[in-house]
């Protein structure tokens, strides 16, 4: 099988590890069918999709939306790689998902609105499915009514041209859709449990996702959560796009 290509952004190991371990195992993936590519740390080398079975994108301390002078030298750097190769990914229509960052790595490059007017707490939520999201490959198997692990600073507020919505919650209402037929971005976490996601509330204290003295608070609020249906769209994503 050709291999599917992780794309990261977490300059902390601890955290980049388990989520390459976290999309390798809800994705149904074993060694040797997930390559890793970190941004963060390094240029972005010459892809040959050919190459891949499907591009993901993990999830990211970047913001899309943040006004250019407050992004670093780093985020510039991997914005505009990620542009490049999506210019490619959406002109082929080549299999793509981007978790959380995906929305807005992929809404802004396709001149949807990504803004801070939904952003959520960290936490669970209940992630209702639209018409289209019923009927999509991806969700198959996926009851109507889910809870996901979210916890993020902004969403898409107003989808792309052309983009089809999936899923929303009462605080997102955005959050899936995709466009043409093989594009796809959630803002929930299909990779979270709940062991990944007390590691990140740990790792990312201090990055404003809520007052740093409520980390212990905030981790106790999500020990008791049951989420188990969003890493079934990993794995429907890994089936129907896994080639020869």
Known sequence: MKPFLLLATRAQDKAADEEYA?????GGLVDGELHRVRLEAAPLPDIDLD???GIILGGSPFNSS???ADKSAVQHRVERELGRLLDQVIATDFPFFGAC???GTLGLHQGGVVDRTHGEPIGEVEIVLTDDGRKDPLLAGVPDRF???VGHKEACST??????RLAGSATCPIQMFRLKSNLYATQFHPELDIDGLLTRISIYRFAGYFPPA???RVMESVRGSVV???QHVLRNFVRRYRRD
């Open 147 to 149: 809870r996901a692990f």
């Open 22 to 26: 976290a999309f390798m195992r809800f």
């Open 228 to 230: 188990t249906e969003p």
């Open 214 to 216: 409520e980390a212990a």
């Open 159 to 164: 989808l792309p041209a052309g983009a089809v």
């Open 101 to 103: 960052y995906g929305v």
């Open 51 to 53: 190459s891949y079975s």
């Open 66 to 68: 943040d006004a250019p």
